[in-house]
């Protein structure tokens, strides 16, 4: 589900998805045809029926798609960390989290864009399961948070790691608005993706540490 053009060596289906979000990411939900989409694949408007039952379950399948994969991989980035014992402890388990939603970030922009935008096309039921989705995402994260910066442990300080998770991701999800003219040559507003990538990794820890910082850790720099 990146932005990179579908080619044949995908399944059929994921060429739908791929092309799908490109599209409605662009023209808007409302602004895209199921038969425009057969077309970007190769097939007729019908023959994507074989695959979903119409364009509103392609959008289900993206938004709730993307909130489970996001989930799952924060998870399993958190699991790997602590079976492997790492002397950074949470601090690594939230350097592993901040790389996980980066490369999203950087790699599935069309995604962001869709959820932006298109949220509200969502049958109720599937809208009700990508939040629940994504309160467990950002619960992951604030307990993540408050582990590795003890000064936002406490109760009282809960709020403040909270908001500054929301922060991150907002920060996060941002790259869609940073896009330059060579963004399909790996350029992200004049920065190499690996670059872009460390700038906002590296924003990311900021605001975590201004936040405990804000919260009075001591020693904070």
């Known amino acids: 589900m990146s932005n990179v053009p579908a ?3 995908l399944p059929r289906r994921d060429q ?7 599209l409605f990411a662009a023209r808007g939900f409302l602004g895209v045809g199921v038969d425009e989409i057969g077309k970007a694949v190769g097939i007729s408007g019908p023959g994507l029926y074989r695959h979903f039952a119409g364009k509103d379950a392609m959008l289900a399948d993206l938004l709730v798609g993307i909130s489970e994969r996001l989930l799952e991989e ?5 699991g790997d960390r602590d079976r492997e014992g790492d002397d950074a402890g949470a601090q690594g388990v939230l350097d592993a989290l901040i790389s996980g939603h980066v490369d ?3 790699d599935d922009r069309d995604l962001i864009t869709l ?3 298109e949220l509200l096309h969502l049958k109720e039921e599937d809208r009700r399961r990508v939040r ?6 950002l619960e992951l994260w604030v307990e993540v948070v408050r582990q590795a910066f003890p000064a936002l ?8 790691a909270r908001a500054a998770v929301h922060a991150v991701f907002g920060l996060l ?3 869609p608005h940073s896009l330059g003219p060579n963004v399909a040559q790996g350029e992200w507003a004049g920065l190499p993706r690996d670059s872009m990538a460390a700038l906002l990794h590296s924003l990311a820890q900021g605001a975590f540490a201004a936040a405990a910082r804000s919260a009075g850790e001591p020693g904070a720099a």
């Open 7 to 9: 080619t044949a060596a």
């Open 74 to 78: 924060g998870r399993r980035r958190a």
């Open 115 to 117: 959820h932006d935008r």
């Open 173 to 175: 999800n941002s790259t």
């Open 132 to 137: 629940r989705l994504q309160r467990g995402y």
């Open 104 to 106: 999203f970030a950087l």
């Open 153 to 160: 442990a406490g109760p009282d300080e809960e709020p403040v």
């Open 16 to 22: 739908i998805r791929k092309e799908a979000a490109r």
